[in-house]
């Protein structure tokens, strides 16, 4: 039995600021090292909201 489904994902830019705003809380609450390490991924997910993001497609990647 083969089912065909497509998967549509969408944000918005408002994503970003909340990322933003989550690594200005941890710049001032958590020790330097996970500060770090954790800032540093919230920026690159704040970037990639704001760039867009395209995994591209996998239409026929499960053919069974």
Avoid at 5 to 29: F, G, H, P
Wanted: a negative charge; charged letters at 35%; glycine letters at 8%.
């Amino acid at each position: 039995m083969s089912v065909s489904l497509d998967v549509s994902l969408s944000t918005e830019t408002s994503i970003a600021m909340m990322l933003k705003d989550m690594r200005r809380i941890v710049d001032r609450v958590v020790g330097f090292v996970e500060r770090e390490a954790l800032g540093n991924t919230l920026g690159e997910m704040a970037e990639a909201y704001e760039e867009g993001w395209d995994s591209g497609s996998d239409e026929d990647d499960d053919d069974d």
